[in-house]
Each structure stands twice: as C-alpha cells, then as structure tokens.
C-alpha cells in the first residue's frame, strides 16, 4: 500500500468538500421552498448563490494544482443533510419550521467551518497560499452566513415560541443572562 501524506489529505479534503457542496447546492432549493420568514427566504437564497462560487473556488483549486476535478463521497454532510431534511418533515407550525430550517442549516455551516479550516489549514502547511486564500475566503463566508443565520433565529424563534407556547419570566431572564455575557465576552476578546 501507498504512503500516504499530507498532501494526499489535502487532496482528499478537498474532494469531500466539493461533494458537501455539491450536495448544499442540491439541498438549499428545498429549504427556501418551504421557509415562511421572507428573511430566511433571502438569507438562503443569497447563501445558495455564494455556495455556488465556493462549488468554483473548489473548482479552481483544483485546475491550478493540476489535479482532476473529482468528489468524493461526503458522508458526513449527507448525514447532516439527511437530518435536516427529516426535520422538515414534521409538520411544525410556520415560524417553527424556520426554527427548525435555521437549525439545520446552521449545523452544515458549522460542518463546513470545520472542513475548511482543515483544508485552508493543509493548504498553508503545504505552502499552496493561492488556495489558502481562496479556502479563507470561503471560511469567511461560512462564518458569516452562520451569523446570519444566529441574528434570524434571534426574531424567528421568538415568533416560534409565540405560537402555542409561551416562556416563563425564569426563561426570558435566563435568556437576556446569556446575551449579556456572551455580548461582554465579545468586548473583552476585542
């Protein structure tokens, strides 16, 4: 058998990220189809557009190294896929179903921080700087998109929660508890 070295987990990362876009691609549609909050509606469809460049960017990186634009299978996005799909299905109330959309949705964006930052990681090592800033590129609109899906969630689950439920004083505090350290931890940290 083959030695195999960084250069092939590279290779290999990239492969599996193609895929997991590819599959995003796919599965995206959906999603925007039966969201009810136009909000949701726009985030997805912008984040489909930018999902589409960062399907090229793969694309590129791979043309520059000389190497065949080829996938490979990512089991893990079709799990988290999967999951969010079955999530739909469920029947919930309108503003429910986008809580429920924006929690899937945010676990593929924090599958896909994960990879790419592997992958930028690999690329720096490897000294491929061009796909390394093409990766950080990407790595960047992830975390963006992941933050616009946690300032929706902050409207839409509220709307949520509105419909048959309602939380208790104890919640409601406990919730403004966390907002205001998570909000001081950000300060600090700047």
């Known amino acids: 058998?083959?030695?195999?070295?960084?250069?092939?987990?590279?290779i290999d990362q990239l492969r599996d990220l193609y895929d997991a876009e590819r599959q995003i691609i796919k599965a995206l549609p959906r999603m925007i189809r039966v969201a009810s909050s136009d909000d949701l509606k726009q985030a997805l469809q912008e984040h489909l557009e930018v999902t589409r460049e960062q399907e090229q960017r793969i694309v590129q990186i791979f043309e520059n190294r000389g190497e065949k634009v080829k996938a490979q299978k990512c089991k893990g996005i079709e799990g988290v896929l999967k999951e969010g799909a079955e999530l739909l299905e469920k029947g919930w109330d309108e503003a429910v179903l986008d809580a429920a959309i924006i929690a899937a949705a945010q676990r593929v964006e924090h599958y896909e921080m994960a990879g790419y930052g592997c992958a930028r990681t690999y690329?720096?090592?490897?000294?491929?700087?061009?796909?390394?800033?093409?990766?950080?590129?990407?790595?960047?609109?992830?975390?963006?998109?992941?933050?616009?899906?946690?300032?929706?969630?902050?409207?839409?689950?509220?709307?949520?929660?509105?419909?048959?439920?309602?939380?208790?004083?104890?919640?409601?505090?406990e919730t403004s508890a966390r907002k205001t350290t998570t909000a001081g931890r950000k300060r600090s940290a700047a």
């Open 1 to 10: 058998m083959k030695e195999q070295t960084m250069q092939d987990l590279y």
């Open 123 to 173: 690329a720096e090592l490897l000294g491929d700087e061009d796909a390394g800033e093409l990766l950080q590129k990407t790595l960047d609109e992830e975390k963006e998109a992941n933050d616009k899906l946690n300032e929706l969630s902050e409207t839409i689950n509220q709307t949520a929660l509105g419909e048959g439920e309602s939380a208790s004083e104890e919640d409601i505090e």
